[in-house]
């Protein structure tokens, strides 16, 4: 069965890039969407975005200016990376695959989360 | 974007007990509307998916309904391990496939 790991620094200094990369396995990147999603301590969750195994990419606007997700399919990986992190981005980060049945998207299956800590 | 907005925010419960949680959508969103279980500490995991379609393994006690704007998941009869956040989705609008602010089941 699909396993997703995430893996990164823990820990990034603010005005600094956060990347961080999600690796597939136990299964094939082919064929679904890959995505990202945030959950500040405490609180709920938040979209970032996602990536088709083609490259293809949605972003949620309020993050859109500062995000990049791209898919490496040789290594069965996709990767995250926010620029310019304030302190507003301490999160558990999510990686997790969307599959689709007839059109209705969904996310099957989820890493188990990594916290990243912005501070200085 | 389309908003959701679940209720209750929180909501105490016991054993045995009948559950309704709501999920409001901001507008139409068809059945593109998903339900997920957070335990403390642990990841998401999908218990239904187009507003009413049980995910592979999750028990029948969970139950989702309603299509529009309006949807309901329902726990049957409540066990100890049912205890957690609640998170509906919605993914009938791009780029965002918004969240609920989530609905917490405690004792």
């Given at each position: 069965?699909?396993?997703l790991q995430?893996s990164g620094?823990g820990?990034?200094?603010?005005?600094e890039t956060?990347?961080l990369?999600c690796?597939?396995s136990?299964?094939?990147?082919?064929?679904?969407?890959w995505?990202w999603?945030r959950?500040?301590?405490?609180?709920?969750?938040?979209w970032?975005?996602?990536?088709?195994?083609?490259g293809?990419t949605n972003?949620?606007?309020?993050l859109k200016?500062r995000?990049?997700?791209?898919?490496?399919?040789?290594?069965?990986?996709?990767?995250?990376?926010?620029?310019?992190?304030?302190a507003?981005d301490?999160?558990v980060?999510?990686?997790?695959?969307a599959?689709?049945?007839?059109s209705?998207?969904y996310?099957?299956?989820?890493g188990?989360?990594?916290?990243v800590?912005v501070?200085? | 974007?389309?908003?959701?907005?679940?209720?209750?925010?929180?909501?105490?419960?016991?054993?045995?007990?009948?559950v309704t949680i709501?999920?409001?959508?901001s507008?139409?969103?068809s059945?593109?509307?998903?339900?997920?279980q957070?335990?403390?500490?642990?990841a998401?995991?999908?218990l239904?998916?187009a507003?009413?379609?049980?995910q592979?393994g999750?028990?029948?006690?969970?139950?989702?309904g309603?299509?529009?704007?309006?949807?309901?998941?329902?726990?049957?009869s409540l066990?100890?391990e049912?205890?957690?956040?609640y998170y509906?989705q919605?993914s009938?609008s791009?780029?965002?496939w918004?969240?609920?602010?989530?609905t917490?089941?405690?004792?």
């Amino acid at each position: 069965q699909v396993q997703l790991q995430e893996s990164g620094p823990g820990l990034v200094k603010p005005s600094e890039t956060l990347s961080l990369t999600c690796t597939v396995s136990g299964g094939s990147i082919n064929n679904y969407h890959w995505t990202w999603i945030r959950q500040p301590p405490g609180k709920g969750l938040e979209w970032i975005g996602y990536i088709s195994y083609s490259g293809n990419t949605n972003y949620n606007p309020s993050l859109k200016s500062r995000v990049t997700i791209s898919v490496d399919t040789s290594k069965n990986q996709f990767s995250l990376k926010v620029s310019s992190v304030t302190a507003a981005d301490t999160a558990v980060y999510y990686c997790a695959r969307a599959r689709d049945w007839v059109s209705y998207w969904y996310l099957d299956t989820w890493g188990r989360g990594t916290l990243v800590s912005v501070s200085s | 974007d389309i908003q959701m907005t679940q209720s209750p925010s929180s909501l105490s419960a016991s054993v045995g007990d009948r559950v309704t949680i709501a999920c409001r959508a901001s507008q139409r969103i068809s059945s593109y509307l998903n339900w997920y279980q957070q335990k403390p500490g642990k990841a998401p995991e999908l218990l239904i998916y187009a507003a009413s379609t049980l995910q592979t393994g999750v028990p029948s006690r969970f139950s989702g309904g309603g299509s529009g704007t309006d949807f309901t998941l329902t726990i049957s009869s409540l066990q100890p391990e049912d205890f957690a956040t609640y998170y509906c989705q919605q993914s009938y609008s791009t780029p965002t496939w918004t969240f609920g602010q989530g609905t917490m089941v405690d004792i």
